[in-house]
């Protein structure tokens, strides 16, 4: 049966309006965002200068205020400029998409000096610009300020980006900025790059770095690979994870030799780009047709790596048969290989379960207990058909706890020898390994002192 109190749309038209504006009213009282909300709601019946009239006030007054917002009083905030973005967007731009393009910049404009009045950890606060400035894209779609104008007011918040809100404003406004405007832009960001270039030390320049990014957007958008690699600094060149970058659009733009060339003199001498370099050098090969290199340097990586997208795409262009017995290789040259961390999580997530506890069941002495992010999820999957080794793992991991005299872990540590007991009695024959009454008896002789962690263990059971 439905309780007649529960709330819906319905039963509460049935109160009447006068009710129903009176626990409004009350309510707004308290909430101040509520009490702006109807403002706005009342404003709506007078049109969208109205409307835009309270969406001012309000923005003035945020930047107006100086005074520091308290973490608790983010999420206030936030909803309060998030009301002024929804009302711009929803109410105002559909009517007016002009004074909605006026007062969704201005709303922008407060990006900084918010920012600046809190520690935005958790991004609350520049999460709403940057909804705004996707919101500023699609007024902007529908013809809102001339290409050149928009050109100028893009260009001069690009250069004011300290806090990244802007980073997607080029992607956003693009479209609307037709050959007028991109020219524009393109015109004033290359006389910036110029001006910051010149003024800079050996030191690369922030606003140089910035003007290149700009450039780079731009080439982008108009699908200009040349003027893409024309917009880096030569040093990038020599950069892996940039000559990455470089070669995936020469690829796809039919150059596949060219974008060769460039990851040639700009080969990973560690782990730094490295798997940006190699994705792009095989997406070059498959690109020329060299199947055989391009599987060469797949299970060059996946070996280096154990990056399992490596071994998953050498298989699926394998004949039937063939790819189970590289599989069956591949996974045999994991079990050896020389990180048994590593190895472990590979198999486990592959999944090879019978693999992974032949390796605990054969390299247990090598397990950092510390690894407690491998060695806990790992021993949860191998517990149902593997006990022993999940037994192995979770005994690394109370060892490590108490060599450590880890006590913030104690309580996982308990938690790891009810478990164990629990298992125990599955296993018939534990080989070479400890019976858990001769791990336990260690445990006690060794550890004896740790009140802690023996109280927590007898408490639980």
């Known amino acids: 049966m439905v309780s007649s109190t529960k709330l819906t749309a ?7 309006a006068h009710a129903l504006a009176n626990v409004l009213v009350k309510e707004a009282g308290r909430d101040k965002t509520l009490k702006r909300q109807l403002t706005i709601m009342l404003a709506a ?20 205020s100086g005074s520091f917002v308290d973490f608790h009083k983010i999420p206030t905030l936030r ?30 404009d407060l990006s900084d000096l918010c920012l600046e009045r809190c520690v935005d950890s958790n991004g609350m606060i520049a999460d709403v610009f940057r909804d705004a400035v996707e919101s500023l894209g699609e007024i902007a779609a529908e013809g809102a300020a001339a290409p050149e104008t928009l050109a100028d007011a893009i260009y001069d918040r690009l250069r004011r980006n300290d806090y990244g809100i802007y ?30 270039s010149q003024n800079t030390s050996n030191t690369r320049d922030s606003d140089v770095i910035a003007a290149e990014i700009c450039l780079q957007e731009l080439a982008d958008a108009e699908g200009d690979v040349d003027a893409y690699i024309g917009a880096h600094d030569e040093k990038a060149f020599n950069n892996p994870v940039f000559a990455a970058r470089i070669a995936n659009r020469l690829t796809a733009a039919g150059r596949a ?100 506890s032949r390796l605990v069941l054969n390299r247990i002495s090598e397990m950092d207990g510390n690894a407690y992010y491998i060695l806990s999820p790992v021993a949860e999957n191998l517990e149902g058909k593997y006990p022993l080794s999940a037994v192995l793992l979770r005994r690394a991991l109370i060892e490590a706890t108490l060599n450590g005299a880890k006590s913030t ?10 478990e164990i007991e629990s298992l125990d009695r599955q296993i018939t024959d534990y080989g070479d390994h400890e019976t858990h009454d001769a791990f336990v008896s260690r445990l006690k002789d060794k550890h004896a002192r740790k009140r802690g962690f023996w109280g927590l263990f007898d408490s639980t059971k």
């Open 79 to 108: 909803r309060d400029l998030e009301l002024q973005r929804s009302v711009i967007v929803d109410q105002i731009a559909p009517k007016d998409p002009q004074l909605a393009m006026e007062l969704i910049w201005r709303l922008l």
């Open 10 to 16: 319905e039963k509460l038209a049935k109160l009447g």
């Open 167 to 196: 980073d997607e404003l080029l992607t956003a406004t693009y479209p609307a900025l037709g050959e007028a405007g991109v020219k524009k832009l393109k015109e004033r960001v290359t006389a910036w790059h110029e001006e910051a």
């Open 257 to 356: 030799k060219e974008a060769l060339s460039y990851l040639k003199n700009a080969v990973p001498e560690r782990d730094f780009g490295l798997l940006e370099w190699n994705d792009a050098q095989i997406a070059a090969l498959l690109a020329m047709g060299n199947e055989g290199a391009a599987q060469e340097r797949r299970w060059q990586m996946f070996q280096r790596t154990l990056d399992d997208r490596y071994l998953r795409d050498y298989l699926k262009v394998l004949p039937d048969f063939d790819d189970v017995e590289a599989e069956n290789k591949a996974l045999t040259w994991v079990e050896t290989s020389e990180d048994a961390h590593h190895a472990l999580a590979f198999l486990t997530y592959w999944p090879a379960l019978d693999r992974a």
């Open 409 to 418: 872990r104690y309580r996982h540590g308990a938690r790891h020898m009810l």
């Open 45 to 64: 019946s007078d049109g969208p200068e109205a409307v835009a009239k309270e969406v001012r006030k309000r923005i003035n007054t945020i930047a107006r």
